[in-house]
């Protein structure tokens, strides 16, 4: 059964950085080439909310709030997602999870890691 497990969430001050990765496992045969991913993130109390998407041809797009500081990508060759966040406000503070959205297939969210950022 195909996974995606986050990585790279953590502790970090006000205007830090941080890189999360998506990486896909549980099969040999599956890729994420074909498959938009997406990252989504819920701070505490708060509805889920869609981050940044990247298509399977590399088209991006982002919420307003990580726009200019966040950059979504992929490797395919990896079986691996990408969000790199810059410039980090305490608003940005919650759980960030990754998924795997193609059409006429089941969508994959992996268990989320949590970016916490403070002072």
């Known amino acids: 059964q195909v996974q995606l497990v986050e990585s790279g969430g953590g502790l970090v001050q006000p205007g830090g950085s941080l890189r999360l990765s998506c990486a896909a496992s549980g099969s040999f045969v599956f890729s994420i080439s074909s498959y938009t991913m997406a990252w989504y993130r819920q701070a505490p109390g708060k509805q889920r909310e869609l981050v940044a998407t990247?298509?399977?041809?590399?088209?991006?797009s982002y919420a307003s709030s990580a726009r200019d500081r966040f950059t979504i990508s992929r490797d395919n060759a990896k079986n691996t997602a990408y969000l790199q966040m810059t410039s980090l406000k305490p608003e940005d503070t919650a759980i960030y999870y990754c998924k795997a959205a193609r059409w006429r297939s089941v969508d994959i969210w992996g268990q989320g890691t949590q970016v916490t950022v403070t002072t």
């Open positions: 990247i298509s399977s041809a590399g088209s991006t």
